[in-house]
């Protein structure tokens, strides 16, 4: 069945190549909301499931990209591990290859790592319908370019991911979450102050005057730590961090174009109009707000940082932070070297790619 | 283009003593740590300023000359090897760090800064740059990132890729980019993860912004000593599983442990087949908590001795001997050559013997100190290179080793870099199509090939030609293929 998954892929690939039709790459489609609005006809990988390749004592997993990612938590949950990035689903038919190809971190992602931190190697097709292998099924490997984490995030532009090696962690022992009140810019001085000292912070946010941190570790660590640093334990902190990270919290309600802004954490409270949440310790933002998109990505860039529209809002114009020229042209030129003929979920990112 | 015209150019550009022509200034750029492979570059040229090199790299695109750009030289791959018609750029010169942030935890250094200074300049705040390759004390952070480096501790801590944050560079025709950013996860494509690990191919890295972490409270290393190295191999995975990710897990074999005593006295047990060395680090609660199970891991695996540091002298004592290992085997035997494959764990019993089959097989004795907990394997092969042939028998074992490395599902270098050393092993791991989306990338950064030509990716004709040998006879090609 897989070889001939793969093999109706790069049929499809070939064919549209040929004939330039544009292909819209779509697993459980749960990310619809996400990047451009692009036109393109439906290339499915949800049929493409399953793992591939599990021993918890190695610390990988293998699973195909159209794994849901409910069933490889799972698994990983069975065995009492995780994925260290602690993703957002934002739907029930959430896959891992949306995930990755959207490069989508939860809470945990400042302290534990990125998505692209957990991809050990993956196998893709290309946009000229070549089956490829990148990296591996090892911790580490420096054999060739590091093309299995640069897919990572490229939005199904480059290749169509189709097995996917990742990285996987112990689950904590004990995780505690601590409630303090305090104004936005204190709290990104404390998250600021507690990430330098080795403290087992796990998460971070900070939302309508209340500060959240979430302790992860050995419990007699947690414990030790949560003590230094006080607070309220907040009950169902493991419901919190999930509506938080699946936006499902009141903040994320309502139609306002919601907008992610990325910032060195430490940095002040932004002049931005609108409501903020304050997650990552200060390094990731989300507001709410009509501000023109112009007005929003000078004041976070000249703060060292880019917004993305991450939801709502104009679809068709640019959603990502626009790139400097010559970092266009570059991606340009890489995405000639994977895709020629421009047929892979065209104008997702940015108009050009 | 001839030597005397790129000089002349480069001369009437540059200031006269960034300009290097004599031999007997070019000499000591001759190889990088892997000094089985030499020769002399054309010219190289040592820039102060960053225009110098923009100066330097656009004269090289306009006259399609090649370029290798050089760090520290330590590297153990020849990535740095120098072409005979070709600029060796060495970028020593930048050495300074240029912004530490301890607010964000990142700093902002220039390529030529050595690994270790960079943790010494944070040291005062409690902050630390984790990526401990253990040339540390002299490689440069340009290298390291050239290179991906790890180290001791990337179990826990990652490798380069996963410490560093932004980086500007320049591409071939002395263009700057901005590369990553100040803030996580940068828009377009990741080529942060891209360049990293691009063996100087891609461009020539100008800056690194690296992430620092808190220095954790307390380390300790338990040692832990085994009468077979399948039962030590096999309590690697028991670590593993229980749960706990130590910072660092070391396995020394006999003869490097024989090797080590011989050198400098650690007390490591004499009669242990193999021993670990496991470092568990964090704050005290967690570090005592994972002691104890740790110990009742390697108790139930069979440790015949378990001993565990008390104090930070006790720990650096555990950890002497494994850093005295490499210069041990360098009184030990005239040459030594070290290999870098990585395996799943799962199969470390499995390739360490079959490893140790080869060594018999070829007469060269191997000792194995290495990354256990990362599967990242270091034999080290013993040779002498004023034996006719030795050197050639050494590299056609250490390519069998490489190779039982891909065929167990692994990779021929963890860390260390493919550079000109495991070119050949290339084609075993990667397919045509393969190979060529890698050509492809090249091509969108450096269209003329002009960045370190003939390292890290093999062209197709060399792996017909290495296939085609490597069939029909079992050998490694000629050298004179090695100067494409």
Known sequence: MTLSFQQTIQDRVHAAAATGTALSIQGGNSKSFYGRSTHGDVLSVKEHQGILDYTPSELVISARAGTRLTELESVLEQEGQMLGFEPAHFGEGATLGGTLACAFSGPRRPYAGAARDYVLGVNCINGTGEWLRFGGQVMKNVAGYDVSRTLVGSQGTLAILLDIHLRVLPRPETEITLQQSCDAATAIQRCNTWAAQPLPVSASCHLDG?????????????????????????????????????????????????????????????????????????AQRWLRSEQAADSIRAITGSAGGHATLFRGGDRSGEVFHPLQPALLSLHQRLKKTFDPAGILNPGRMYREL | MSRRNITTE??????????????????????????????LPMVVVIPDTLEQVQTTLRLCAEHKVPVVARGAGTGLSGGALPLENGVLLSLAKFNRILDIDIQNRVARVQPGVTN?????????????????????????????????????????????????????????????????????????????????????????????????????????????????????????????????????????????????????????????????????????????AQIERVNQVFAAAGAIDLQVSHNEEERQRFWAGRKAAFPAMGRLSPDYYCMDGTIPRKHLARVLNQIGTLSEEYGLPICNVFHAGDGNLHPLILYDANKTGELERTEELGGKILELCVEVGGTITGEHGVGLEKINQMCVQFNTAELQQFHAIKSAFDADNLLNPGKAIPTLHRCAEFGAMHVHHGELPHPELERF
């Open chain 2, 10 to 39: 480069l001369r009437k550009h540059l200031p006269e003593n960034c300009v290097l022509t004599h031999a007997e200034e070019l000499r000591p750029y001759e190889c990088d740590a892997l000094s089985a492979y030499q020769q």
């Open chain 2, 116 to 288: 270790l200074s960079i943790s010494n300049a944070v040291a005062a705040y409690g902050l630390y740059y984790a990526p401990d390759p253990s040339s540390q004390i002299a490689c440069s952070i340009g290298g390291n990132v050239a290179e991906n480096a790890g180290g001791v501790h990337c179990l826990k801590y990652g490798l380069t890729t996963h410490n560093i944050q932004a980086l500007e560079v320049l591409t071939i025709d002395g263009e700057h980019l901005s590369i990553g950013g100040q803030a996580l996860d940068a828009p377009g494509y990741d080529l942060l993860a891209l360049l990293t690990g691009s063996e100087g191919l891609l461009a020539i890295i100008t800056e690194v912004t690296v992430k620092l972490l808190p220095r954790p409270e307390i380390a300790q290393v338990v040692m832990a000593a085994f009468d077979s190295v399948d039962a030590a191999g096999a309590s690697v995975t028991e670590v593993i599983a229980s749960g706990i990710i130590p910072a660092g897990l070391e396995l020394l074999d006999k003869p490097a442990i024989d090797a080590v005593e011989k050198f400098i006295h650690t007390g490591y047990p004499k009669d242990a087949a193999a021993i670990l060395l496991c470092e568990l680090d964090g704050t005290q609660a967690d570090v005592s």
């Open chain 1, 210 to 282: 209340q500060l959240f941190i979430r302790l992860s570790g050995m419990e007699q660590g947690v414990q030790s730590a949560a003590a230094s640093i006080g607070g309220e334990p907040l009950p169902d902190a493991a419901v919190f961090w999930q509506q938080l990270r699946e936006q499902q919290l009141a903040f994320f309600s309502g139609e306002l174009p919601l907008w992610r802004v990325a910032v060195p954490a430490a940095t002040g409270i932004l002049p931005l109009e609108g409501d903020t949440l304050l997650d990552w310790g200060g």
